[in-house]
């Protein structure tokens, strides 16, 4: 199986200033069909899960543009330039080169 | 509105069996592969397994922890998917999520909002 490592586990981040989650995998997560799906996801306290950033970079439908995603191979990354009092909660990277898909372990964003 | 909806958590003992549903709402689930990953309490997220769209050959694939206890499958003239769990265990307790790539490919950008399972002596 794929293992995805996120760092860190927690952030605490001042509102307006920038933060950055890394996921690392286990191995190469280029697909045969020469795609990355890697994505990142965001869980607010006692909602699922909800769709940030897909194969690698590409940000999903309404998510506002502070949230970029970068990377490549099997290092990957989440950043928020600045962060907002909503974006508070877990953020997960997910692998969906093969199966079983994996996530890493989350990242707890906070504010200072 | 396009949603997921999950029905038919509850509180089972070990041993048991418990069937979730997953009703798909604004659109058509035929065409779509749908995942269910689950969420034990205060941890993270754990991939459960994927069902294919019939017109792709209806693959269905598990987790190693639920392979054996739990089936997958879908009645796309009812626009749902089902996750039967028997054999359930302690370990079993999460809540349940439906989630599809309904715009995406390789991610999933729609998902119900989770049915509780209990597993408990």
């Known amino acids: 199986d794929i293992v995805m490592t996120q760092t860190p586990l927690s952030s605490l981040v001042t509102l307006g200033q920038p933060a950055s989650i890394s996921c690392r995998s286990s191995?190469?997560?280029?697909?045969?069909?020469?795609?990355?799906?890697l994505s990142w996801l965001q869980q607010r306290p006692g909602q699922p899960p909800r769709l940030l950033i897909y194969?690698?970079?590409n940000r999903f439908s309404g998510v506002p543009d502070r949230f970029s995603g970068s990377g490549a191979g099997t290092d990957f990354t989440l950043k928020i330039s600045r962060v907002e009092a909503e974006d508070v909660g877990v953020y997960y990277c997910m692998q969906a080169k093969e199966f079983p898909l994996t996530f890493g372990g989350g990242t707890k964003v906070e504010i200072k | 509105e396009v949603q997921l909806v999950e029905s038919g958590g509850g509180l089972e003992k070990p041993g048991g069996s418990l069937r979730l549903s997953c009703a798909a709402s604004g659109f058509s689930i035929s065409k779509a592969w749908v995942t269910w990953v689950r969420q034990a309490p205060g941890k993270g997220l754990e991939w459960v397994g994927r069902?294919?769209?019939?017109?792709?050959?209806?693959?269905?694939d598990y987790a190693a922890p639920v392979k054996g206890r739990f089936t997958i499958s879908r009645d796309d003239s009812k626009n749902t998917l089902y996750l039967q769990m028997n054999s359930l265990k302690t370990e079993d307790t999460a809540v349940y999520y439906c989630?599809?790539?309904?715009?995406?490919?390789?991610?999933?950008?729609?998902w119900g909002q989770g049915a509780m399972v209990s597993v408990s002596p």
């Open positions: 989630a599809t790539g309904a715009k995406v490919v390789g991610a999933f950008d729609l």
């Open positions: 194969k690698i970079s």
């Open positions: 069902i294919k769209s019939k017109t792709d050959g209806g693959t269905i």
């Open positions: 191995q190469s997560l280029v697909h045969s069909d020469g795609n990355t799906y």
